[in-house]
């Protein structure tokens, strides 16, 4: 496993205005190391625990995205640091996460989840909740956190047309989304989709952020 040269790979494919969060989740600090030292600076992690001794230990010029499920007693946790949080999949969550950034005296960048997927254990709102949620309006007076775009997962398919649908349908709510309430907000931009096995259709259809770990770091040992 050479993950300079895996990275590399990845990085080669990416055209103009599609960035790689490299996912180290369940991954030592030697591996990020690795690929800091290949010039990577973009790191995912699941776990607050895990991402924060990560944080602490490794150099303070990586940015941290939280992708995973977040808990609303460790949002205070990742607040101080985290550069990007993919996983708000409430508006509950979301008003924790800007009570915690008001206490830190921080603006804390956002990304509603969408639930794209067939299966039943991934997490999001459906298109109608979110629109029903920015309908309400009550987010406009979040004044610590910023709303920077979407994310979603794909169904874990080998179905590629069932995977382009999903992605697709994402993209096109995204365009919605920007039109209907963030036209004039240039920091709502970022479509967050495509993973190790489907990055080039999400890709394809629009995503401006890719989170790729096992083709990177290899297999994760749980
Ligand atoms: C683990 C994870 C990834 C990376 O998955 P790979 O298949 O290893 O590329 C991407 N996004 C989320 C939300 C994840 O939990």
New binding site residues.
């Given amino acids: 496993m050479n993950i300079a040269e895996n990275l590399q790979q990845v990085l080669n494919e990416l055209p103009a205005g599609v960035r790689l ?1 490299a ?1 180290s ?1 369940f991954h030592p600090n030697e591996a990020i190391e690795e690929a800091y030292r290949a010039g990577q600076r973009v790191f ?1 992690e ?1 776990k607050v625990q895990e991402m924060t001794a990560k944080y602490e230990s490794l150099p303070k010029d990586i940015e941290w995205h939280f ?2 499920h977040l808990q609303t007693n460790k949002i205070k946790f990742i607040v101080p640091y985290v550069s990007l949080i ?2 708000i999949d409430s508006y509950k969550l979301l008003v924790e996460v800007n009570k915690q950034a008001g206490k830190a005296g921080k603006i804390v960048n956002c990304l509603l989840q969408l639930h794209i997927a067939e299966e039943e254990t991934k997490f999001g709102f459906s298109f109608d909740e979110c629109r029903e949620m920015l309908a309400a309006g009550e987010w406009k007076s979040l004044s610590n956190i910023q709303l920077c775009g979407l ?1 979603g ?1 794909a169904t874990n398919t080998g179905n590629d047309e069932q995977i382009e649908k999903e992605f697709c349908s994402l993209s096109s709510f995204f365009k919605e989304v920007k039109d209907s309430w963030f036209a004039d907000t240039p920091a709502f931009w970022e479509l967050s989709m495509g ?3 489907d ?1 080039h259709q999400a890709i394809d259809a629009g995503s401006t952020l890719i ?7 290899g297999d ?1 040992i749980y």
């Fill in positions: 969060v996912v989740k995912g699941s992708i995973g993919h996983g994310m997962m993973m190790s096995h990055y989170r790729v770990g096992s083709k990177i770091f994760r």
